[in-house]
């Protein structure tokens, strides 16, 4: 069974910096186009970024230029580096396979990221 474990969240102020970090245990990573997702509380669960097994990336028109998604494949594990953070960030953010190349797996916790002076 797949297990998702999301960290490096947490509480940044506007133009602030954070680094998300997602493992990906019970399988290995390498073969599967994975994403970061981020959930607002009553919004369903938004695509942000994408990265491909062949490690092409695509972004969400709102986090363009601002979030870069990567990934380690010796470690299994997915990045989501999230710069010049502005208060419409603030959400959960997730990592799961890219849903349009396939079914989801069981979500992790995600990773609470508040953006607030």
């Known amino acids: 069974q797949v297990k998702l474990v999301e960290s490096g969240g947490g509480l940044v102020q506007p133009g602030g910096s954070l680094r998300l970090s997602c493992v990906v245990a019970?399988?290995?990573?390498?073969?599967?186009?994975m994403a970061w997702y981020q959930q607002v509380p009553g919004k369903q669960r938004e695509l942000v970024a994408t990265?491909?097994?062949?490690?092409?990336?695509t972004y969400a028109d709102s986090v363009k230029g601002r979030f870069t998604i990567s990934r380690d494949n010796s470690v299994s594990a997915i990045y989501l580096q999230m710069n010049s953070l502005q208060p419409e960030d603030t959400a959960v953010y997730f990592c799961?396979?890219?849903?349009?190349?396939?079914?989801?797996?069981?979500w992790g916790q995600g990773a609470q990221v508040t953006v607030s002076s």
């Open positions: 019970g399988t290995a990573a390498t073969f599967y186009d």
């Open positions: 990265i491909g097994a062949s490690y092409t990336t």
């Open positions: 799961n396979r890219n849903r349009a190349s396939g079914p989801l797996w069981s």
